[in-house]
């Protein structure tokens, strides 16, 4: 509660607009009540502003007027410079006027066009979209910040005690070495951003040798690229969970690693593993699971599981908005 409590009053410190494009859904819009009230960012809402008036009062929201903006991408004015944005950043990819002008009809294509063209500081989807839905629009025209080589993601997983740090658990399926290096060295850097310091558990089947197999050498491969990299980073693997946060276990599998039982950032072996460990922890163990938030991009998109909550949103928004701030 204190991690979301200090995410929310760092999001206040400046000013950000965060554009929502589903702005219909019933969770997005009570989450936009809770975020005007508490004043944690400004907000653009995409959609029909008919339908979008309906939803709220429905769910008994009503929207301010100050600091909501409603835009119909199907009416807006900004369309047709954005149609002809799109053609231009993608023509190279044999996009064409038609399949530009399509594209803008759609929320994604339209929220994240506003968060290139600097008309908002970040974009939040994904409650009712799927994660590659929500994600493509970015990876064609917002691109990777300079020097990295693939986004992915991080869950920050509140749990009792500790936020812990899960990636990747939705981006990257079959992760390669390389990319595992990658995911593990931008989750180490959002740890940070976050006030958490890292220490990077590469995770595996196998305790140092106690395993063996193709999954367990990729990862010991990524542990190794990592720590050539990143020379200053305390980096373990490979090394399983239990090793990984619990002492006792660490004294009995790895005693002498400086990771081993004091673990903060855990690296997933691949999409299976990591997207269904985060659901465990939060739906059986109670955790707040704040994310996706993705790491590596020039600019700040984020996704939602659909399955999330109206805190889940206002969280997500507090991240983007940190985010904006940050780049
Ligand atoms: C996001 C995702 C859809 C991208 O797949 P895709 O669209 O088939 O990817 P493509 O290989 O066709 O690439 C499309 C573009 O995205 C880029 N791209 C793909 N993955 C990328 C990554 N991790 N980082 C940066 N760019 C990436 C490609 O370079 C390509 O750019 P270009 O068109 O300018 O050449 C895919 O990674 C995915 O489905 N991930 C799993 C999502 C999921 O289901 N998660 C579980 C629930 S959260
Ligand atoms: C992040 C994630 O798993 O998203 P969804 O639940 O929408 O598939």
Redo the contacts with the bound molecule.
Sequence with gaps: MLFEYSLIQRAREKRVRIVLPEGSEPRILQAVDVLRRRDVADIVLLGDPVAIRAAASHVGVAIPEAGVEIIDPKSSPLRESFINDYYAMRKHKGATMDVASDRMLEVSYFGTMMVEKGLAGGMVS?SIH??ANTIRPAFEFIKTREGVGCVSSVFLMCLKHDVLVYGD??VIANPTADQLAEIASSSADTALQFGIEPRVAMLSYSTGESGHGEDVERVREATAILKRKRPELLVEGPLQYDAAIDPAVAATKMPSSAVAGRATVFIFPDLNTG?NTY?AVQRSAGAVAIG?VLQGLRKPVN?L???CTVADIVNTVAITAIQAQDS
């Design positions: 994904g799927t994660t658990c939705a997207n659901k996706p996704d599981s659909r399955g």
